[in-house]
């Protein structure tokens, strides 16, 4: 496991933009961004599995939200582009330090690491 620190979020109109930052505290495999709402499971929005160099994104977000990390693997980003009302939630990033099962990096049975979530607020 390693140890994820979140910064970023907070409140934002619709139509703006607002960067969700996470810093592990070791090497990844995998690393992702999950949405949570009260009530509702986590739902895996963003993912890189930079041992595979494979992106994925959730079909509500894609086109509007874009994951990156940096060359060290330790750093990942979601640039939330024209956030709607609907992506209000909390969110979480998590992290694999583990060799990457091949399984499905929108699934959070694939991570064994966990940040302490950020509210994320839009306004209409």
């Known amino acids: 496991q390693v140890q994820l620190v979140q910064s970023g979020g907070g409140s934002v109109q619709a139509g703006g933009s607002l960067r969700l930052d996470c810093r592990a505290s070791?090497?990844?495999?995998?690393m992702a961004w999950f949405q949570q709402v009260p009530g509702k499971e986590r739902k895996g929005v963003a993912a890189i599995v930079s041992s595979a160099r494979r992106t994925v994104y959730a079909d509500s977000v894609l086109g509007r939200f874009i994951i990156s990390q940096e060359y060290d693997k330790t750093t990942l980003y979601l640039h939330m582009k024209a956030p709607r009302p609907e992506d209000t939630a909390m969110y979480y990033c998590?992290?694999?330090?583990?060799?990457?099962?091949?399984?499905?990096?929108?699934?959070?049975?694939?991570?064994?690491?966990w940040g302490q979530g950020t509210q994320v607020t839009v306004s209409s």
């Open positions: 998590a992290a694999r330090s583990l060799g990457w099962s091949g399984g499905d990096p929108l699934d959070k049975n694939e991570y064994d690491s």
């Open positions: 070791g090497e990844t495999t995998a």
